[in-house]
């Protein structure tokens, strides 16, 4: 069960079925990392927003790298996501 309260792609509408549209995954949904926001639509617009410039943003750091980053990241705050 989750902890926070989030809305399902088939319940969405207006500006969030908007996102939810232009944020689904290759596998078909939206992930619940970007779900956890659907009750405020603009703050799950920045956190794209912010994933976009982290990870495909500044050619300086190849996009491999900053993958291994945070994988390693999540590994060391023992994130299984």
């Not at 596998?27 to 912010?50: A, E, R």
């Not at 050619?59 to 491999?64: F, N, Q, W």
């Amino acid at each position: 069960m989750a902890w926070i309260e989030m809305v399902d792609e088939n319940d969405a509408d207006g500006e969030l079925k908007e996102l939810y549209g232009r944020l689904t995954a290759p596998w078909g949904g939206v992930d619940n990392i970007l779900k956890i926001h659907s009750l405020n639509p603009s703050s799950l617009q920045g956190h794209y927003d912010f994933y976009r410039i982290l990870m495909k943003g500044s050619k300086d750091l190849p996009r491999a790298k900053r993958e291994m980053i945070a994988v390693t990241v999540s590994r060391l705050n023992h994130c299984v996501y």
